[in-house]
């Protein structure tokens, strides 16, 4: 889950990577037409696996992406979408992070 939610939080810069940057790009562009439902997955498996770092970058991850749909929230809606606004200024860094640490925990690295 990290792989898709970095992708979609790094598009305005994995177009630099040479060679397949641009096609990462389109990727990206293509899947943040459904990021609410990928913020929705990564939150959810975020918190279920909040005891690792893949957990806490997941939910992150899903936090940033949701933050436009946080409002809906009955309670705690204004102080999400607040966290998640503040949380959008380190986006590509969080995407850059979400990215390398699912690329390697797809391969049992981490």
């Known amino acids: 889950m990290n792989v898709i939610g970095g992708l979609v939080l790094c598009v305005g810069i994995i177009g630099a990577l040479p060679g397949i940057g641009k096609y990462l790009e389109k990727a990206g562009k293509w899947l943040g037409s459904f990021q609410v439902l990928i913020g929705i997955i990564a939150l959810i498996v975020g918190l279920l696996n ?8 997941a939910t992150l991850v899903g936090i940033i ?9 009955p309670v705690l809606g204004k102080y999400l979408t607040k966290f998640g606004k503040w949380l959008g200024g380190f986006q590509t860094i969080i995407g850059i992070i979400a990215l390398v640490l699912g690329i390697l925990g797809m391969f049992d690295l981490i």
């Open 50 to 57: 909040l005891g690792s770092l893949q957990g806490i970058i």
């Open 65 to 73: 992406l949701l933050t436009g749909v946080f409002y809906m929230v």
